[in-house]
């Protein structure tokens, strides 16, 4: 037993954040996680749970400081303006993105921030959707806002494939992308593109939360840069922007976004810290 333990570790560890030896993770359950003593939690993928510590520092934050309504002046209200400011700066950081180029905007989970991104996308029938097949449930989502307003849904399967050389040959992964047919809808209330450039989103998971699949964040810059590498077909006149849904992979590996400048991320907190649930945030690219 501990000697499975240590070499899944061995294996492992360094993937889920916990690089020490076995010694290191039993430290941490029975310092932070002793309601765990004699118990084996097998979701914390799905529903991660919050440490005790960071429980105790919660409560001792909530029962010290007033927090007030943050649209006033008033020292309790400037108190809450400050600790959200403070959070957004932190989330920021956490993403690698400048606060010159990016936007953190508190939502009620990922869902709720990947529905924002369907409902305000600039859609025209020009437009095309791409998600890869490996998605949760809310990225497919926005394809019903997209086919709404006329655009294309497009889904692809991408695998990653071992090749130096190739048209993938400045990046440092290789793709094999397979097009599945593109979907529209008869009755769709369709627009021309605004101001003349058409919009085309891709959406993809950092890590996939059913499979555990992590896809590379080189796709971010040959989407936005390199499309007709990826994309076969008549969308790759137009501007891409990337969706990428880090719920899952931001838990133990943040996309860094100096390097792979997404357009928008999403994630959410109890995937992180498994408290509070019903908190997450989109983080939107503002300047081009
Ligand atoms: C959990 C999860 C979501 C949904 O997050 P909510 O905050 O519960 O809406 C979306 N995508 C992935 C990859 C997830 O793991």
Known sequence: MEESKE??????GEDYGYPNSAKGIDDIRSSEFKRLDGLAYLDHA?????SEKQMEAVLKDLTSNVYGNPH????????????????RQLVLEYCNASPKDYKCI?????TAALKLVGEAFPWSRESCYMYTMENHNSVLGIREYALDRGAAALAIEVEEVESLSGPFKEYGSSFKVLQ????????ASTEDSLN????HLFAFPSECNFTGMKFSMDLVNIVKE??????????CRGRWMVLIDAAKG????????SRFPADFVVLSFYKIFGYPSGLGALIARTGK
Request: net charge negative; aromatic share 8%.
């Open 250 to 257: 931001c838990v133990t590996q943040p996309p860094d976004l």
């Open 196 to 199: 003349g450039e058409t919009c």
């Open 226 to 235: 390199d499309t007709e590498k990826i994309l076969k077909g008549s969308f």
């Open 72 to 87: 006033s002046q008033s020292d309790a209200s400037l108190a809450t303006s400050e600790a959200i400011r403070v959070a």
């Open 180 to 187: 599945h047919p593109v979907q529209r809808r008869a009755v």
């Open 7 to 12: 070499e899944f570790l061995r294996q492992y």
């Open 46 to 50: 799905g529903a991660g749970l919050y």
């Open 106 to 110: 508190f939502t009620s989970g990922a």
